[in-house]
């Protein structure tokens, strides 16, 4: 290696020490081991395919070594593909090949052997190798195999291929696989029951739900098969077809006939093949049945032995009342039987024709279903009470001879006889067989009615004429309908509401008494039945005639006003123990009112009934008032009446009133010298009441006390009247009073000129100081003193016409004031309220201040000195003062409050100061301006003005307009407009900071003295944002050195505008110095962005080479961020 010479610092001396030069014991480590490597042989990799030596694989491995036999080949060298080759669709006799690719997935030349598949239908028919040897595989490359399959049936084949490979050997499977047939036909064929000697038909729905198959039934013992016309025949079994063919999805009806000639299960075994070369056994079941029924009782009793059962009694039944019994019979076979009912009278003949039948059995006809149990109800209904006979036969139809037990000696002579003929009565060749015979005994009984009450008594007495009734209960327990009707035993005085009717199990009859006549009654009626016995009823009633009586004979109204309504109630009792019923009725007119002209009193009781009475003209009224009791005497009544008419009038027709002013209330009673009053001249009290249109509501409110009252007879009553006009002009108006029993109202008239409120607006000069303390109060004078006031303030101050306010040429950051003079030209006392549109400040508190229009001698004068004191000060020896000195004031801000300033600057400093306190406080609205009124709001007394000081505090720059609101309590808001023009810009050079000179007409800020070449010079400076809201601040810099442009206005000449008496117009216009580029000055950051009422820093940097002077212009041109506008610049001066 080459040996690296290290560089030495100048300023070293010494040579390093050898330690650091030597190797440490790890480093000297590692290169002996490098050293090691470097001296051992190179080995050389042998071909891979000889690492192992083995020997060649032999075809007979596969039976001897099943170690090396695989079936994945993820452990042999090659890869094949498909993993295993399956024939799905095919057809017999059929050609079909698959490719068999076998890749070699090694890195190396491979060699493989194939066997080929034992089964004749599986074949290879080429192999196709990547390269001309057969046998070699290169790394990548796949052999191609061809197998064939050549199906000799539609059954599945099972094979493989051997490939022999150097270590392994690898089957790859074949498999030829149709997609099997499903077919939902269940393994046991129920054929059903059925009689010996007859058939049953029985249809199975079979569907594939697999692939497509051919079918075909077959029974073991192929001697006893019977095939014909595509059905088989097994035992007493017919299937239908004997052969099929289903695709997937199709469906085939399979037809099964039963015919058996056993009584009992029959079962036979069936095959059903497929062309799949696979079957299924099947089982076809049906059993032969032979007739039988039984009785297994009736009602609730159960029979043994239903020959016991002969003959059905109903006992004591009654007439036109259905009796039943039930009768249970089984069917006890697994067939179900047809039957019907039929009844014959005693002549026991058998005949078609209908009779007359009082028994009737449900159900009539019907079937059996297989062993079930039917409930037969006998039901027995007649009119008549002789005993009833007839008999019941149950008669099966549609039963073949075979099937039937035991038949009957002529029923089999007639089917050896001739076994094709009609069965009497039947319209098949089947008979039908009476199974069942019933004979059917009754007799019928009386029915039982009962009545109750059977003798009734009316409790209380009844009133002539007068119809009573009571409801009798009739009630039976037979079943049967019964009809009845009632007959009276007396000629007169009875009542039945219906003579007729009928009985089921109960019902009502409405029996009564209605008599001419006065005393006891009896009376009795007779009930007839058509089924039961006759009942008879007695009723017993007391009649009487109503008694009333009235406790006044007469009924005087006295004295009452012409067309008024009076009333007045009068007690009748009622005297007998009956009701009494009554009716009203006048005399000769229709004056007497009633509210109701029938009524009724009850038994011993009284009533207050109503009379009134309808005056008219006036007049001395007389008359009955008539009272007629139905079935009773009449009470006749006098009615008296003194009819008048009121005599009310006013003692004035007008009030008179030169002139009423808005506000103010005017009362006229006893007291003025006009006042109203209503005087009653009759001898009747008469009701009135003053009418008062709500409409005029808001042009002047009246009352009156008292606004309703009753006016006794010859008295006076002297009405209040007040007044409030609200809005001015000229008031004629009708004041109305109705006057009850009067056909025209009482009222007087008004007529007077109401004077309003009026307001008016100066502007005050400043010249001419105003004060608030020149407004009139009227609580303190006279109205007359205050015109004189009001005369002799306009005389002293000339005043402009107030119509807007103008604020022009104000100043960022600067409160601007005027004065404006509301003056009260009515005698109306009111309030005002002063509010702006937009700038309205963001809080209107009061501000106090501390010295507000007097001058610094007034103060002075208010102001409480102390006198020095006479304590002298002592001194100790040390020089020390004692603690008896004078304390020592503190100049804080709570001296205003104790010890204020009392000379003029002084004043002008607290002034100041309170400015920036307002409108710190005003301007937080965030809009750049706040208008403040002083006073905003207060009393404007009658003929009396307010001087009000307007501010505009503001710290945004541009042209601002608004609307100044005046609302006068009594008249409607009036606006002025306000124009408010800001010069300047809310970007200001932060006061208070080092090297800047605040004195000159533009800030400078001085950076001093430097030596050439010192490098750069930084100097941080702050700038401050008085505004509300966010500007951005890019810096230009002007250099001021000799170069600069001496010409700093173009001059331009024009025509004088049309009219003008000038020559001609000049024009100025600033030249805009170049902004140095690559001058000494840089401020950083060139572009900023200042929030609002934020300070933000900055840095200026001076760098030169060259000795001299350098002066600057910084400019910052500030742009509002929200609305994209540029305002005022600000600017300082850089002296180096």
């Given at each position: 290696?080459?040996?690296?010479t ?5 300023t ?7 330690f ?8 000297k480590?590692?290169?002996?081991q490098?050293?090691?490597n470097m ?6 990799l042998?071909n ?33 593909f498909p993993k295993q080759?399956i024939?799905?669709?095919?057809m ?8 068999l690719?076998v ?8 060699r493989?052997?194939?066997?080929p ?6 074949q290879?028919?080429?192999?196709k190798?990547p ?5 070699f595989?290169?790394p ?13 049936s539609?059954?599945e ?17 074949l498999?030829a ?15 059903q029951?059925c009689w010996i000697?007859?058939?049953?038909e029985?249809r199975f729905?079979v569907?594939?739900?697999g692939?497509e198959?051919?079918y075909?039934?077959f029974?073991?013992?192929?001697q006893d098969?019977?095939e014909e016309e595509?059905?088989?025949q ?5 299937l239908?077809?004997?052969?099929f063919f ?8 399979i037809q099964?006939?039963?015919k ?6 029959v ?9 799949n070369?696979t079957?299924a056994?099947?089982?076809l ?9 039984g009785i297994?009782?009736i ?12 003959k059905?009694f109903?006992n ?16 006890k076979?697994?067939?179900k039987?047809?039957?019907h009912w039929y009844?014959?009278?005693?002549d ?9 039948n ?10 059996f279903?297989?062993n079930?149990?039917i ?7 007649s009119?008549?009470y002789?005993?009833?006979?007839q008999t019941a036969y149950l008669i ?12 009957p000696p ?5 089917f050896?006889?001739n ?5 009497i ?7 039908s067989?009476?199974?069942?015979e019933?004979e059917?005994?009754s007799?019928?009984a009386?029915g ?5 009450p059977?003798?009734y ?5 009844i009133?002539v004429n007068t ?8 009630s ?5 309908q019964?009809k009845?009707?009632?007959n009276?035993?007396?000629?007169d ?5 219906e003579?007729?009717?009928?009985i ?11 008599s001419s ?6 009376l009795?009626y ?5 089924y ?6 007695t ?17 005087n ?9 009076e009333?007045?109630e009068?007690?009748?009792n ?8 009554i009716?009203a009725?006048?005399g000769s007119d229709?004056r007497?009112l ?5 009524f009724?009193?009850?038994?011993n009781?009284?009533i207050?009934f ?22 009773g005497?009449c009470?006749v009544?006098?009615?008296f009446?003194e009819v008048?008419?009121?005599?009310v ?11 009423l002013?808005c ?7 006893q ?5 109203i ?5 009759g ?9 008062v249109?709500?409409e005029?509501q ?5 009352q009156f ?5 009753v006016?006794k ?18 008031l ?10 009067l056909q ?11 004077y309003?409120l009026s307001?008016?607006?100066e ?9 608030s303390?020149?407004?009139?109060s009227?609580?303190s004078?006279s ?7 009001l005369?002799?303030a306009d ?5 402009q016409?107030m119509d ?7 100043t ?7 004065k404006f003079?509301?003056k009260n030209?009515?005698?109306i006392?009111?309030?005002?309220n002063?509010f702006?549109?937009k700038?309205?400040p963001?809080a209107?508190?009061?501000q106090s201040?501390?010295f507000?229009d007097f001058?610094a001698?007034?103060?002075a004068?208010?102001t409480?000195k102390?006198a020095?004191?006479?304590?002298s000060?002592?001194?100790?020896k040390?020089?020390?003062?004692s603690?008896g000195?004078?304390?020592v004031?503190?100049l804080?801000n709570?001296i205003e409050?104790t010890h204020n300033?009392?000379?003029e600057a ?38 009396g003005s ?14 601002f307009e608004d609307?100044?609101?005046c609302?006068?309590r009594?008249?409607?808001t009036?606006?002025f407009?306000?124009a408010?023009?800001?010069k300047?810009?809310p ?13 000159t007409?533009f ?10 070449n010192?490098?750069?010079?930084s100097?941080?400076?702050r700038v401050?944002n ?8 890019e ?12 010409d ?5 000449i ?5 009219g003008s ?7 100025f216009?600033?030249n805009e ?9 840089q ?6 962005r200042?929030k609002?009422?934020k300070?933000?820093h ?7 080479q ?6 600057a212009?910084l400019?910052a041109?500030?742009r509002l ?5 540029t305002i ?9």
């Amino acid at each position: 290696m080459k040996e690296t010479t290290q560089l030495k610092p100048v300023t070293q001396k010494k040579s390093k020490s050898n330690f650091l030069l030597e190797m440490n014991e790890k480093d000297k480590e590692i290169n002996n081991q490098i050293i090691k490597n470097m001296n051992k042989r190179v080995n050389y990799l042998k071909n891979p395919r000889f690492k192992i030596n083995k020997a060649p694989v032999l075809f007979s491995y596969i039976n001897t070594k099943q170690d090396i036999v695989v079936e994945k080949d993820q452990t042999t060298s090659f890869r094949v593909f498909p993993k295993q080759l399956i024939f799905r669709e095919y057809m017999l006799n059929g050609m079909y090949e698959i490719d068999l690719y076998v890749t070699n997935a090694t890195g190396t030349l491979q060699r493989i052997k194939v066997l080929p598949p034992e089964k004749k239908e599986f074949q290879i028919a080429a192999i196709k190798y990547p390269t001309k040897e057969d046998g070699f595989i290169a790394p990548g490359m796949s052999a191609v195999l061809k197998v064939r399959f050549n199906p000799s049936s539609l059954a599945e084949f099972d094979d493989t291929i051997a490939l022999i490979t150097e270590d392994h050997i690898l089957k790859v499977p074949l498999l030829a696989r149709k997609e099997p047939p499903q077919l939902d036909l269940p393994s046991q064929l129920d054929c059903q029951s059925c009689w010996i000697g007859d058939q049953v038909e029985t249809r199975f729905v079979v569907k594939n739900s697999g692939g497509e198959a051919g079918y075909r039934f077959f029974i073991n013992n192929q001697q006893d098969q019977q095939e014909e016309e595509n059905y088989i025949q097994i035992g007493n079994f017919y299937l239908s077809p004997a052969e099929f063919f289903l695709h997937k999805g199709e469906t085939q009806i399979i037809q099964a006939i039963f015919k058996p000639d056993l009584e009992g299960e029959v079962i036979e075994n069936i095959i059903l093949g497929c062309d799949n070369l696979t079957q299924a056994t099947l089982k076809l079941i049906g059993r032969g049945n032979m007739v039988e029924l039984g009785i297994l009782g009736i009602d609730n009793i159960n029979l043994e032995n239903q020959e016991q059962l002969q003959k059905i009694f109903f006992n004591d039944p009654i007439p036109k009342v259905e009796t039943s019994r039930q009768l249970k019979i089984r069917n006890k076979t697994s067939v179900k039987v047809k039957y019907h009912w039929y009844l014959q009278n005693d002549d026991k003949e058998l005949k078609l024709e209908d009779e007359q039948n009082y028994y009737s059995i449900q159900p009539q006809e019907g079937y059996f279903q297989p062993n079930e149990v039917i409930d037969f109800k006998i039901f027995l209904q007649s009119e008549e009470y002789y005993p009833l006979f007839q008999t019941a036969y149950l008669i099966i139809d549609d039963i073949p001879f075979e099937s039937i037990r035991n038949p009957p000696p002529n029923l089999r002579q007639q089917f050896e006889t001739n076994s094709q003929s009609v069965a009497i009565g039947s319209n098949s060749i089947k008979p039908s067989i009476t199974y069942f015979e019933f004979e059917l005994i009754s007799k019928s009984a009386l029915g039982e009615v009962s009545v109750t009450p059977q003798f009734y008594k009316f409790p209380v007495p009844i009133c002539v004429n007068t119809l009573a009734q009571y409801k009798f209960q009739l009630s039976t327990t037979s079943k049967t309908q019964m009809k009845y009707s009632i007959n009276p035993l007396q000629l007169d005085y009875f009542y039945i509401q219906e003579k007729q009717g009928v009985i089921n199990n109960e019902a009502e009859i409405v029996l009564g008494v209605q008599s001419s006549e006065v005393g006891q009654m009896k009376l009795e009626y007779r009930i007839d039945f058509d089924y039961a016995n006759s009942i008879l009823i007695t009723v017993f009633a007391e009649v009487i005639a109503p008694i009333i009586s009235v406790k006044q004979s007469w009924l005087n109204y006295g004295l009452i006003q012409t067309y008024s309504l009076e009333s007045q109630e009068i007690t009748i009792n009622n005297l007998s123990p009956v009701p009494a019923l009554i009716k009203a009725q006048s005399g000769s007119d229709q004056r007497l009112l009633f509210n109701k002209d029938q009524f009724e009193i009850k038994p011993n009781s009284s009533i207050q009934f109503k009379v009134e009475f309808q005056s008219r003209e006036a007049e001395t009224y007389n008359d009955f008032l008539y009272f007629s009791v139905e079935n009773g005497d009449c009470v006749v009544l006098d009615v008296f009446a003194e009819v008048q008419n009121p005599s009310v009038s006013l003692n004035r027709l007008s009030l008179n009133i030169d002139t009423l002013y808005c506000g103010n209330t005017y009362t006229f009673d006893q007291r003025a010298q006009q006042y109203i009053m209503l005087q009653n001249l009759g001898n009747i009290s008469t009701p009135f009441e003053w009418v008062v249109d709500n409409e005029k509501q808001d042009k002047y409110l009246v009352q009156f006390e008292p606004k309703k009252g009753v006016l006794k007879p010859k008295t006076n009553q002297i009405i209040k009247f007040s007044i409030k006009p609200k809005e001015g002009g000229k008031l004629n108006e009708l004041f109305v009073c109705e006057v009850q029993g009067l056909q025209y109202p009482l009222g007087f008239e008004m007529n007077t000129m109401i004077y309003g409120l009026s307001v008016e607006y100066e502007l005050v000069d400043d010249s001419a100081h105003i004060s608030s303390k020149t407004s009139v109060s009227s609580k303190s004078k006279s109205l007359k003193d205050s015109r004189k006031s009001l005369l002799k303030a306009d005389t002293e101050i000339k005043n402009q016409q107030m119509d807007k306010l103008e604020f022009y040429n104000c100043t960022i950051n600067q409160p601007k004031q005027a004065k404006f003079l509301i003056k009260n030209t009515s005698g109306i006392h009111t309030q005002f309220n002063l509010f702006m549109r937009k700038y309205q400040p963001h809080a209107l508190e009061e501000q106090s201040t501390l010295f507000d229009d007097f001058d610094a001698k007034s103060q002075a004068a208010r102001t409480i000195k102390f006198a020095e004191s006479s304590i002298s000060k002592s001194v100790s020896k040390k020089g020390k003062i004692s603690q008896g000195g004078r304390p020592v004031v503190l100049l804080t801000n709570k001296i205003e409050k104790t010890h204020n300033f009392t000379s003029e600057a002084g004043l002008k400093l607290n002034k100041q100061k309170k400015m920036e306190h307002d409108q710190r406080v005003y301007l937080s609205n965030n809009l750049g301006i706040a208008v403040v009124f002083e006073p905003s709001s207060g009393t404007l007394n009658a003929y009396g003005s307010v001087v009000v000081q307007v501010t505009v505090f503001n710290d945004i720059c541009g042209l601002f307009e608004d609307l100044m609101c005046c609302d006068i309590r009594g008249l409607p808001t009036k606006e002025f407009p306000i124009a408010i023009d800001i010069k300047g810009s809310p970007i200001v050079i932060s006061p208070s900071q080092l090297g800047f000179n605040y004195k000159t007409d533009f800030p400078t800020f001085d950076l001093g003295t430097y030596m050439r070449n010192f490098g750069t010079i930084s100097r941080d400076f702050r700038v401050m944002n008085t505004g509300p809201q966010d500007v951005e601040l890019e810096w230009k810099i002007y250099n001021l050195g000799n170069s600069t442009v001496s010409d700093y206005f173009d001059i331009k000449i024009t025509e004088p505008q049309l009219g003008s008496d000038s020559l001609c117009d000049v024009q100025f216009i600033a030249n805009e110095p170049p902004e140095s580029t690559d001058g000494p000055y840089q401020v950083v950051p060139n572009k900023e962005r200042i929030k609002q009422r934020k300070e933000k820093h900055f840095t200026l940097h001076f760098t030169t080479q060259d000795t001299g002077n350098y002066s600057a212009c910084l400019v910052a041109r500030p742009r509002l961020i929200n609305q994209d506008k540029t305002i005022g610049e600000v600017c300082f001066l850089c002296e180096k």
